[in-house]
């Protein structure tokens, strides 16, 4: 997702890191041995990618879609076998197949634009394929949404998910002047710890679900539901009945165990319909 200036590249959230103090922080904080092997998405310059290597992981793959950095990663690569490049759309690699052996951390610097459909492409393919640990910088206001806690007006599909299915915590605030081009936003560095990394895989129906519910934030779940997932009405005021749950709740007020008891009527409801 990075473009051909530097302006065009702010604008769209992409800034790469420069401070060697905060790329030593992300890769202790990673935790990286000898047998890890670790993905990185968008290393630019490659500034963070040889901390990475200096942690000696087995193997690091690295996703760049940018050839301008060919310059810089390739002889990266020609000296460290251990390196391999992926010419590619971070949302374009298909995380399930495309690495062999797959990665089992994720260590990265995200362009902003592309933060919330990144994060959910690593949940829904990399971690059931073998990642179970992300170390994410991210801009502070996005890592504040995907740890916002389920039942609070900051809740979201994702931060719901990641509640669900992992451990999530910021480790450090990090000043615009980390970056270049510097942002005129903080930055924060995300820990993801995944519990439950096949959950996704296993029930593929859980996005569709979330989404429909938190579709318009305004209206009642009992709205959403009816409307985006094209349900009776009367069967969705049972299932809320069965849940204990008041008919004008929103998305935004239910807790972990509030969704799941719903997701488990619907799911039957609708393995169940012709």
Same mark, same amino acid.
């Given at each position: 997702m990075i473009r051909r200036s530097n302006r065009k590249t702010s604008k769209i959230g992409q800034n790469f890191l420069v401070d060697g103090n905060t790329a030593r922080f992300m890769c202790a904080a990673a935790d990286i041995r000898p047998d890890d092997r670790i993905l990185e998405i968008g290393p630019g310059k490659g500034? /963070?990618?040889?901390?990475i290597l200096e942690a000696q992981p087995s193997l690091l793959y690295a996703v760049e879609l940018d050839k301008r950095f060919f310059a810089e990663l390739t002889p990266l690569a020609e000296i460290n076998p251990n390196l391999k490049i992926t010419w590619e759309d971070a949302l374009s690699v298909d995380y399930r197949t495309s690495f062999d052996p797959p990665p089992n951390k994720v260590v990265a610097n995200i362009p902003y634009q592309i933060t919330t459909e990144l994060v959910w492409k /690593? !949940? &829904?393919? $990399?971690a059931p394929s073998g990642s179970i640990y992300f170390i994410l910088m991210v801009q502070k206001e996005a890592a504040e949404r995907l740890c916002a806690s389920p039942g609070s007006r900051r809740s979201n599909p994702l931060s719901v998910t990641l509640a669900k299915i992992? +451990? !999530?915590?910021? #480790? #450090?605030?990090v000043p615009p002047a980390a970056f270049r081009p510097s942002p005129k936003v903080e930055s924060a560095l995300l820990q993801v710890r995944l519990e439950k990394p096949l959950f996704i895989k296993e029930n593929p129906k859980w996005r569709v @679900?979330? &989404?429909s519910a938190f579709k318009q934030r305004r209206k009642t779940l009992l709205n959403? @539901?009816? $409307? +985006? #997932?094209r349900l009776q009405r009367e069967q969705v005021i049972t299932w809320f009945e069965n849940c204990d749950l008041a008919l004008n709740r929103r998305a935004e007020e239910l807790n972990v165990q509030q969704w799941d008891a719903l997701y488990s009527y619907w799911l039957k409801y609708s393995? $169940?319909?012709?």
């Open positions: 500034m /963070l990618t040889r901390h /690593l !949940v &829904e393919e $990399a992992a +451990s !999530v915590d910021v #480790l #450090l605030t @679900f979330l &989404e959403n @539901f009816t $409307a +985006s #997932l393995r $169940a319909a012709p």
